[in-house]
């Protein structure tokens, strides 16, 4: 019988060894949720291993000096040092809040601005220098020439921020709006719709209000904090009025466009909203790393700040700490908006990517 | 059960030419020499329609199916499109498109649009799609979503199970029912379906089929139908425009007896289904004119 002689040739029973070999050689093959963590665990347990191997005493040398790479253990037991002494969280909150001004900025005035060059050609050909050269430019070179601009405080960082991602929001955010298929937009139009004025500046001067709020205050808060005043003090006469009127004069003039058809506020804004919000995402972190750049240059706080004063004055301990908890921040972060993004899109099978 | 043979009094399934339309009649679309060119005056210039010619009498409360066939290619797409006044179809290059003898200025939501590909708001739920039309018309929130719940009920969806529902929990077939629903709500006097039914499997097509007979009746519109299943166009249609292959313009009108029974027992008649034959053999003398032509225009 030909069953009995295939049973007989082929192996009794594969090993659990030889078939997890099998599979890990195969192209493609997913790996089960554990071992994937068991894997990621393993390089940091590798990494770790390595460090303390080129760290350790061996007849009482090291391969690396304390002074360049410290052991493990010495990294980990600066942390107290690092929090009370360096205050570590008010560093952190400094260097996050700098962050978030900034980007606050690049959202405000690149997300409206995108939608609209997204939804017309004309806006956007007229922009497509300006995020050409955004993109392009050497981000670091900008750091002196915001401190020319607008000093050594918190505007100038806060300020670098912006410049230096409003053209990437800008670019994300038009292709997201371009990339919505035009067979809804076809379904809106044929569904009846239309522009509406009315409706349109009324929305649109309650987003002015914000704006002026926002453009009045916050610079006013900023300002307070900064010793140094550079050209945004005297571009707007440091007058309180004068950054409100602007507020309310840009904000009108970003969402009426997208408020006052109801084809961007019904169909494209909400069907590029989670791309939009994604690219957010990938450059905020960009963003935090950016910061350092302007926090290694007089600063009084920030992680970057620390960074540069361990690097002077020691213990170097604490720039390893600092790049290990910059990194934790910035993936909690990320994660974050991960969570909000799947709360706020849940039409998204997968809000992954 | 169905049966071979027509039963009594049932009119069999017949094809004759169209006879022009008597004089004087309101006109619900009126195309006169309307010619498509893309990238005019340009080495890519292409013209996609030419010379199209026909008139849609108005009939009130009783509407026509008007089924639309072709080579594939052939821009019966665009006459759809530009009856719905959608860029980039629209405008036409020369001629003239009226619509309740009006020329067309754009889309509006006196004409509805059922795509192939659903197109359904992938962030809107089922009630939500189906309301889209009444919301950008100001229609109060309640008011919209009661009648959006009447009409995905209409379509032959579950109002409560399915209109919390996003699309892409639904189906193939239940997305374009509420497409369809979507499109409905809003009473349009035309609607224009770009093949519909393409995406979806025999059995769900011919329910759908049943269902848009049904619908239509209760809507006394007018339907403009694009589709590549011959079987189907004779089905639904009233009347036939068999388009010429690229550039297209129309061949053959027919005057098709209408459907007046369900799809699965009237397309196993067989007068039905010699009427089908009768049509795939016009189809097939111009697939072959397509074939003779791109030959001829090849060696440039």
């Known amino acids: 019988m030909p069953e009995t002689e295939i049973a007989k040739t082929t192996p009794s029973k594969p090993s659990v060894w030889s078939n997890w070999l099998g599979r890990a050689r195969t192209i493609r093959d997913v790996p089960p949720q554990l071992e994937s963590w068991m894997f990621g665990l393993a390089f940091m347990g590798l990494a770790l291993v390595v460090w303390y191997l080129v760290t350790a005493e061996w007849n009482g040398e090291r391969f690396m000096p304390r002074y360049k790479l410290p052991s493990p253990g010495e990294t980990f037991a600066s942390f107290p040092s690092l929090w009370f002494d360096r205050a570590l969280s008010l560093s ?76 990437y929001v800008l670019f994300d955010t038009t292709n997201a709006v371009q990339a919505v298929p035009d067979r809804f937009l076809d379904t809106g139009y044929t569904l009846g719709a239309h522009r509406t004025r009315a409706k349109g500046a009324r929305r649109a001067t309650f987003f002015a209000l914000i704006y002026a709020l926002i453009f009045s205050f916050g610079l006013f808060a900023l300002d307070d904090q900064s010793e140094s005043h550079g050209l945004l003090r005297g571009m707007a006469g440091s007058s309180f009025w004068l950054h409100a009127l602007f507020g309310l004069t840009l904000g009108f003039l970003l969402w009426y466009p997208i408020q006052s058809h109801q084809l961007l506020r019904k169909v494209l804004l909400p069907l590029a909203l989670p791309d939009i919000i994604n690219n957010l995402r990938l450059v905020f972190g960009v963003a935090f790393g950016y910061i350092m ?38 993936y909690g972060i990320d994660q974050g908006i991960r969570v909000l993004q799947r709360k706020f899109f849940p039409y998204l099978k997968n809000a992954e990517s | 059960m169905p049966s071979p043979e027509p039963s009594a009094g049932m009119p069999p399934c017949v094809l004759e030419d169209m006879p022009p339309p008597p004089a004087g009649m309101p006109l619900i679309v009126d195309f006169e020499n309307v010619t498509k060119t893309y990238d005019a005056g340009t ?14 009498e108005d009939r009130p409360k009783i509407g026509e199916f008007v089924g639309v066939l072709g080579p594939s290619g052939c821009g019966k797409s665009t006459v759809l499109r530009l009856i719905a006044g959608l860029a980039p179809h629209f405008p036409q290059t020369m001629g003239k498109v009226f619509v309740n003898e009006q020329p067309v200025q754009g889309p509006g939501p006196d004409r509805g649009f059922v795509f192939q590909d659903y197109s359904n708001f992938p962030n809107r739920t089922v009630i939500d799609n189906v309301a889209f039309g009444l919301e950008c018309a100001h229609v109060e929130e309640k008011e919209r979503k009661a009648k959006a719940m009447e009409w995905i009920q209409k379509v032959g969806l579950d109002a409560k199970r399915d209109g919390l529902k996003y699309p892409h929990q639904l189906s193939g077939g239940m997305n374009q029912r509420v497409a369809i ?18 995406a979806l499997d025999p059995t769900t097509r011919q329910s759908m089929q049943d269902l848009l007979v049904s619908l239509w009746r209760e809507l006394e519109a007018t339907v403009f139908f694009v589709t590549h299943d011959i079987a189907e166009a004779v089905y639904l249609s009233d009347r036939m425009y068999i388009f010429s292959p690229s550039p297209g313009t129309i061949r053959h009108q027919l005057k098709i007896t209408p459907a007046d029974r369900p799809a699965r027992q009237m397309q196993a008649e067989r007068s039905f289904q010699e009427s089908v034959l009768a049509v795939r053999d016009i189809l097939e003398k111009l697939e072959l004119e397509k074939a003779a032509l791109a030959a001829k225009g090849s060696p440039k």
């Open chain 1, 92 to 167: 952190a909150i400094a260097s996050l809040a700098r962050v978030l001004g900034g980007f606050m900025l690049t959202a405000a005035i690149g997300i409206p601005l995108g939608i609209i060059a997204g939804c017309y050609l004309r806006v956007n050909a007229f922009l497509k220098p300006l995020s050409v050269f955004g993109r392009s430019v050497p981000i670091a070179a900008l750091v002196p020439l915001t401190m020319i601009w607008f000093g050594l405080g918190e505007v100038q960082k806060v300020m670098f921020i912006f410049i230096a991602t409003v053209a």
């Open chain 1, 293 to 330: 750049l302007a926090e290694v240059i007089d600063a009084k706080r920030g992680l970057g700040f620390i960074i540069i004063q361990s690097q002077r004055v020691g213990p170097r301990e604490h720039i390893y700490l600092c790049l290990i908890i910059i990194t934790l921040l910035a």
């Open chain 2, 43 to 56: 080495p890519r210039a292409f013209t996609s329609i030419t010379d199209i010619n026909f008139k849609v």
């Open chain 2, 181 to 198: 629903a979507r499109t409905l709500i809003m009473q349009p006097k035309i609607i224009l379906m770009d093949e519909p039914f393409g």
